[in-house]
């Protein structure tokens, strides 16, 4: 009987998996189709800040879920892309804004009342905030598909009269299959091109631009690959210190590990070596991880290893870019990023714009690959990293990676444009507010303190309020809180620090952190 059963099983799942090949090359299709008329409503409405037309923003973080669960308030990160309400400074555009749990009033009024020329009242008529109303580590746009009611609940919420898109932070499989329940195209990138933001394909892709990136090897997968790389590294450059291992779908440091060579012995006996030190030496930048743990998923998702870039004087700077769906690149922002942790491997904040010796140099790398990347078919922002290193007076870049998604450094730049009306010049390096005059900014979404635990979204607000902190428009300069509904259980807290000189900024930085740490102990 089990051989009959056991061959009727396998049947089954090849049906199966015939039909879900069907279906899904079905949904290829739509989700193309959706993305070809995209190119028409963003030529003919995007221009025209009168036309009617609805954003639907699923701040959805599809990323590993392993590594989502050791963040700290993850469901809260949603909130980062409330930045997007400012697009309601258009009198005819609505956003619907979904979230896994319901935002506190207070936030998005806080939100609101800096819209230029826009009552708040009006701005609430066009607004529709959702929830799922759960609360687990699991993706944004996963729960919202397990919800067709709610699906159907943002459809009905699309006046019949607009235009519509999907604003997500980053498109995967999940994020494409609601596209297509919504019948909305997204402005992001096609997910059957994800592999190009990988670690392995990144250094493919930096190579064909002729940009330097550092000495390792790509396509990876086995303990002994790791070996062989680490091997070969040293012996071409003996004086390396250090290497990096790195998973290739790994995100803000979290699939990174640090091999040191310090005491390595000569090249004939330098294998034997590292194949008995790498489990003792290979520090993981992840908490919670060991070196089975790391080296299994190495395994599954591939990965490169790497020579950890030295340096006296060494920044890690980032471009962030944008192909819209008419093909045009633009080169949004650079940034200096602050990095900690293992190795200095794991993004805490940025400033910006990046160093003027060098912002137009990254800049004017990150067009190239841009260029690469929108031969591929790319769409949407997506950010470029670096590790730049000064020696004898100049700088040296080395491309590290690509993201090709929203991260980090987007919701800064996003408030800051929004509040200011301006453009970034990425020939100058500089930013220009809507009447001429640059900005600066400091931004972290880890400022975190265990004092701050208690504190309500109210609580902050008022504390902001009362030692003028918050962002003022007459002047263009002050604070932007973001992840406020993580203070009270996780002490964590988002800002963005803007100011008219990088000195102004750093002040405003600086206060908020002197006001937070009073205020937090007081009781």
């Known amino acids: 009987m089990d051989a009959p059963n056991h061959a009727s099983a396998l049947r089954l799942q090849h049906l199966f998996n015939r039909q879900y090949a069907a279906e899904l090359d079905e949904e290829r299709r739509e989700f193309r189709r959706l993305q070809k008329n995209f190119e028409v409503q963003f030529e003919r409405y995007f221009p025209d800040k009168m036309a009617p037309k609805t954003v639907i923003v699923v701040p959805s973080l599809t990323l590993d879920p392993d590594t989502l669960k050791k963040i700290e308030g993850i469901n809260f990160y949603e909130e980062r892309m409330l930045c997007m309400l400012m697009l309601l400074r258009m009198p005819h555009t609505n956003v619907i804004y979904v979230t896994s749990m319901p935002i506190d009033p207070i936030i998005v009024d806080y939100y609101l009342h800096l819209l230029p020329g826009i009552t708040s009242y009006h701005a609430r008529q066009r607004l529709t905030l959702l929830s799922c109303f759960d609360g687990s580590s699991k993706s944004l746009t996963k729960k919202i598909l397990e919800r067709p009611r709610l699906v159907k609940r943002i459809r009905a919420s699309i006046p019949f009269d607009h235009v519509a898109h999907l604003a997500c932070f980053n498109v995967t499989e999940a994020e494409r299959s609601l596209a297509v329940a919504l019948q909305v195209p997204v402005y992001g990138c096609d997910p059957d ?125 980032s471009v962030q870019c944008r192909v819209n769906p008419l093909g045009k690149i633009d080169i ?10 293992e190795g200095s491997q794991v993004y805490l904040g940025a400033s910006f714009p990046a160093n003027a010796e060098y912002s137009a140099a990254i800049g004017e790398m990150g067009r190239r690959i841009a260029e690469e990347l929108k031969n591929y078919g790319a769409l949407g922002r997506f950010a470029i990293d670096f590790i730049s290193v000064k020696e004898a007076g100049q700088w040296k870049h080395y491309a590290i990676e690509i993201n090709l998604r929203k991260g980090g450094t987007t919701h800064p730049y996003l408030m800051l444009q929004f509040l200011t009306c301006g453009t ?35 609580d902050m607000i008022e504390i902001a309020m009362c030692n003028e902190l918050l962002y003022d428009g007459s002047s263009q300069e002050g604070v932007m809180f973001h992840l406020i509904s993580a203070l009270s259980q996780y002490g964590k807290l988002g800002i963005v620090s803007i100011g008219s000189s990088p000195e102004r900024a750093a002040f405003f930085y600086k206060k908020t952190v002197d006001v937070l740490a009073k205020e937090g102990n007081s009781e």
């Open 193 to 317: 091109l994800v592999h190009l933001g990988n670690k392995s394909n990144g250094r493919k892709i930096f190579y064909a631009c002729g940009i330097a990136t550092p000495p390792g090897f790509e396509d990876l997968s086995t303990e002994e690959d790791i070996i062989m790389a680490l091997l070969h590294l040293k012996v071409e450059n003996p004086s390396l210190k250090k290497a990096v291992v790195k998973i290739n779908e790994g995100f803000s440091g979290e699939g990174n590990a640090i091999f040191s060579y310090a005491g390595a012995p000569p090249a004939s006996c330098l294998e034997t070596w590292i194949k008995n030190e790498l489990p003792k030496r290979l520090q993981v930048v992840a908490a919670d991880a060991n070196y089975l743990s790391f080296l299994g998923k190495f395994k599954t998702e591939r990965g490169v290893v790497e020579a950890f870039i030295e340096g006296g004087i060494k920044c890690s700077p």
């Open 332 to 341: 949004i922002s650079t940034h200096d990023q602050m990095m900690g942790g």
């Open 424 to 458: 970034y010049d990425a020939a100058k390096g500089m930013y220009f507010t809507g009447n001429g005059q640059p900005r600066y900014y400091l931004c972290s979404d880890n400022l975190q303190s265990d004092s701050y635990k208690g504190l309500t979204p109210h």
